[in-house]
């Protein structure tokens, strides 16, 4: 049996509950060893990978590695919060007493890590001395070493992290087991896995997957679920999938901090990256402060909004990152950054990578090539060859530190200012580019009525037009209604509050289906409109869903747009929105407790919309 207490006396880890906590998993699990990593274990945790098989080369610096084949995306059904209180039921959080799943957990972790190693990662999920670090600090344990050196990357990690705590038995306990991937029914009805955030009790148990979004705990599961829950339950803050930015005007020497949800692999990472298009590149900067989550408070001393990104890493998309959609990501990913792969296509003999999108065509000398599953190309037989070379939900792991146009300060303690929240998803119809919104119920109420086809990041989901409040409907701790109050309260005590946005970069022509608006880079555009909204400096023209640029207001400088698909994209269909607002009325009275102010705001739509001309 591993030797708990040398193994953390070792790593100068003091605390005595985590060394109860951590003594319980390992007796449970039966772990033969037990080993406390920090960042500083990286070189030697990627040479042990090597070695073992888990990991291979990718050019210098930069790593390979593919996932059980059914083990490739988040499981929403398997994913479970539970609590003491069945108040905390809500309809999209799957909602179980924690009396019933833990022990069920406990059972299928029994014995799990016989002859393994349990490494044990404290982990930090804020920048250090930031307001929220009490709530932010956990301690993972798992059987994999990859999970290890995705940790690394994507969050602060190491025992020094763990000394400030105020009160020592507060982190959040990160139980990770892998199990045993080829014997789970994933999918089937005799799936096995679960993953279950206890919220009340901060405990996190997940069984049965090594994919990064099930598996990296403080990303997922705390960073979105847990800090939700506790966002809420200490009436502090909100913990949000959203990416966060900064746009400099270098002429008038403005700052300004963006942040907003958009669904899994729908296109916050790019927006994140975005280098500003060549004619703006002049005026304007864009930095990254986050792409995946934000946490978001109210500064007591200042009375402004503020956020920060909890994470260190970038886990990001393959498909489509190019030269042309995304030179920031290629650069962060590039040989020597320590990047890591996972299920895109490579060739072990040149020890390249590629996926779709990466060039026009694939390699055309498909020698040694080896798709995402590990067959190789060169073997497929007719009616294979249409068959994606990478996975759809192929990712790069980088660390912050790799991003070329990282914030300078992003680590500071203090968090940005918000100025604007926006919303956005993949909308083939309806949704214009861009439609902007003053007032904060009806921001709120926007944000929870956010339709787009669900992405290739959660299982069997692919294209299924759903609600997704917020893009957080995979990450929801507690009642809907609860948290839309929870919002207006945190938002609403703002001094200076935030302009509210919808956004969609992905309306499709509907007959040969190309996207009418050319997206990425270009979606700087109808930021600086929004920013410009804040500030008075344009009007737009009012909707009764929200105001719209006017074509002369937009800076189309260099767009490659026709005149036709721009004037769809900057109008409103009225009978698709009143269709529309018969979902959305289903929609919302889906959810307990919904705040009068809410539906006050969608019959203040609904009305506008029926004065609206044709
Ligand atoms: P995230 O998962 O929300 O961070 O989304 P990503 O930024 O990783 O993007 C997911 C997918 O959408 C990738 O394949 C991107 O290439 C694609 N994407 C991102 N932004 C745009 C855009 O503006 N237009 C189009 N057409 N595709 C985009
Ligand atoms: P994404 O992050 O939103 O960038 O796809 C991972 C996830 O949400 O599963
Ligand atoms: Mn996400
Ligand atoms: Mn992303």
């Known amino acids: 049996m591993a030797d708990v207490e040398a193994a953390l006396e070792a790593a100068g880890l003091k605390n005595p509950h985590v060394l109860e906590y951590v003594r319980f998993y390992a007796d449970l699990t039966g772990a033969e060893r037990?080993?406390?990593?920090?960042?500083?274990?990286?070189?030697?945790?990627?040479?042990?990978?090597?070695?073992?098989?888990?990991?291979?080369?990718?050019?210098?610096?930069?790593?390979?590695?593919?996932?059980?084949?059914?083990?490739?995306?988040?499981?929403?059904?398997?994913?479970?919060?539970?609590?003491?209180?069945?108040?905390?039921?809500?309809?999209?959080?799957?909602?179980?007493?924690?009396?019933?799943?833990?022990?069920?957990?406990?059972?299928?972790?029994?014995?799990?890590?016989?002859?393994?190693t349990m490494y044990v990662i404290p982990y930090l999920m804020s920048p250090p001395g930031n307001e929220l670090?009490?709530?932010?600090?956990?301690?993972?344990?798992?059987?994999?070493?990859?999970?290890?050196?995705?940790?690394?990357?994507?969050?602060?990690?190491?025992p020094e992290f763990l000394e400030d705590l105020d009160d020592p038995s507060q982190f959040v306990r990160a139980v990770h087991v892998t199990g045993d991937l080829e014997h789970l029914g994933q999918g089937t009805p005799e799936d096995q896995r679960y993953f279950v955030t206890v919220a009340d009790e901060r405990t996190i148990l997940h069984f049965g997957s090594s994919y990064g979004g099930n598996a990296l705990l403080g990303k997922i599961a705390h960073g979105l679920r847990q800090g939700a829950y506790d966002g809420w339950a200490s009436k502090k803050f909100l913990a949000e999938q959203y990416m966060l930015i900064g746009i400099h005007d270098k002429e008038t020497g403005t700052d300004y901090h963006i942040c907003g949800g958009f669904p899994s692999a729908s296109g916050k990472t790019n927006l994140a990256m975005m280098l500003a298009p060549d004619a703006l590149g002049e005026r304007y900067h864009v930095s990254f402060y986050g792409d995946d989550i934000a946490?978001?408070?109210?500064?007591?001393?200042?009375?402004?909004?503020?956020?920060?990104?909890?994470?260190?890493?970038?886990?990001?998309?393959?498909?489509?990152?190019?030269?042309?959609?995304?030179?920031?990501?290629?650069?962060?990913?590039?040989?020597?950054?320590?990047?890591?792969?996972?299920?895109?296509?490579?060739?072990?003999?040149?020890?390249?990578?590629?996926?779709?999108?990466?060039?026009?065509?694939p390699p055309a000398n498909t020698a040694g090539w080896l798709d995402w599953t590990g067959?190789?190309?060169?073997?497929?037989?007719?009616?294979?060859?249409?068959?994606?070379?990478?996975?759809?939900?192929?990712?790069?792991?980088?660390?912050?530190?790799?991003?070329?146009?990282?914030?300078?300060?992003?680590?500071?303690?203090?968090?940005?200012?918000i100025d604007a929240i926006i919303f956005g998803g993949r909308?083939?119809?309806?949704?214009?580019?861009?439609?902007?919104?003053?007032?904060?119920?009806?921001?709120?109420?926007?944000?929870?009525?956010?339709?787009?086809?669900?992405?290739?990041?959660?299982?069997?989901?692919?294209?299924?037009l759903r609600y997704d409040p917020m893009s957080n409907r995979p990450f929801m701790a507690y009642g809907e209604g609860d948290y839309a109050q929870h919002y207006l309260d945190i938002v609403g005590a703002a001094t200076d509050q935030p302009i509210f946005a919808h956004v969609n970069w992905f309306q499709r022509d509907p007959d040969d289906g190309h996207f009418l608006w050319p997206g990425y880079r270009d979606n700087l555009r109808p930021l600086l409109w929004l920013l410009q909204l804040r500030n008075g400096e344009v009007k737009g023209r009012q909707t009764a869903v929200g105001i719209i640029p006017?074509?002369?207001?937009?800076?189309?400088?260099?767009?490659?747009?026709?005149?036709?698909?721009?004037?769809?994209?900057?109008?409103?269909?009225?009978?698709?929105?009143?269709?529309?607002?018969?979902?959305?009325?289903?929609?919302?009275a889906l959810f307990d407790n919904m705040p009068e102010a809410i539906w006050e705001a969608h019959r203040r739509v609904a009305e506008a919309l029926e004065q609206e001309s044709d």
Do not use: C
């Open 34 to 116: 037990v080993e406390v990593v920090s960042a500083e274990d990286d070189a030697r945790l990627i040479q042990e990978a090597l070695d073992a098989g888990e990991l291979e080369p990718a050019g210098e610096g930069r790593y390979y590695s593919r996932s059980y084949h059914k083990d490739t995306a988040r499981s929403e059904e398997r994913t479970i919060v539970a609590t003491n209180d069945p108040k905390d039921k809500g309809v999209y959080n799957n909602w179980r007493p924690a009396s019933e799943m833990k022990p069920l957990l406990h059972d299928r972790m029994r014995g799990a890590f016989e002859g393994k």
């Open 133 to 158: 670090a009490p709530w932010a600090t956990g301690v993972q344990v798992t059987d994999t070493r990859t999970v290890v050196l995705h940790m690394i990357r994507m969050s602060r990690v190491g």
């Open 295 to 361: 946490w978001l408070w109210v500064d007591e001393s200042t009375g402004r909004l503020m956020g920060m990104n909890p994470e260190y890493g970038v886990f990001g998309v393959a498909k489509d990152t190019n030269e042309g959609t995304n030179p920031t990501a290629l650069a962060s990913i590039a040989e020597g950054t320590q990047a890591i792969f996972t299920n895109i296509a490579y060739n072990p003999q040149t020890r390249e990578v590629w996926w779709e999108g990466r060039t026009k065509q």
């Open 375 to 417: 067959s190789p190309i060169a073997d497929r037989e007719r009616g294979e060859a249409e068959l994606p070379w990478a996975h759809p939900n192929s990712r790069f792991t980088t660390t912050l530190d790799n991003v070329p146009n990282i914030a300078t300060d992003y680590n500071a303690a203090s968090g940005v200012p």
């Open 427 to 464: 909308t083939r119809d309806r949704e214009p580019l861009i439609r902007a919104i003053h007032d904060l119920a009806e921001g709120v109420y926007d944000g929870l009525t956010l339709g787009a086809e669900a992405t290739f990041a959660a299982e069997g989901k692919e294209g299924v």
């Open 550 to 588: 006017t074509e002369e207001e937009l800076n189309l400088e260099g767009v490659d747009i026709s005149a036709e698909d721009l004037k769809t994209i900057l109008s409103i269909n009225k009978p698709r929105w009143q269709q529309e607002m018969a979902h959305r009325e289903e929609h919302l």
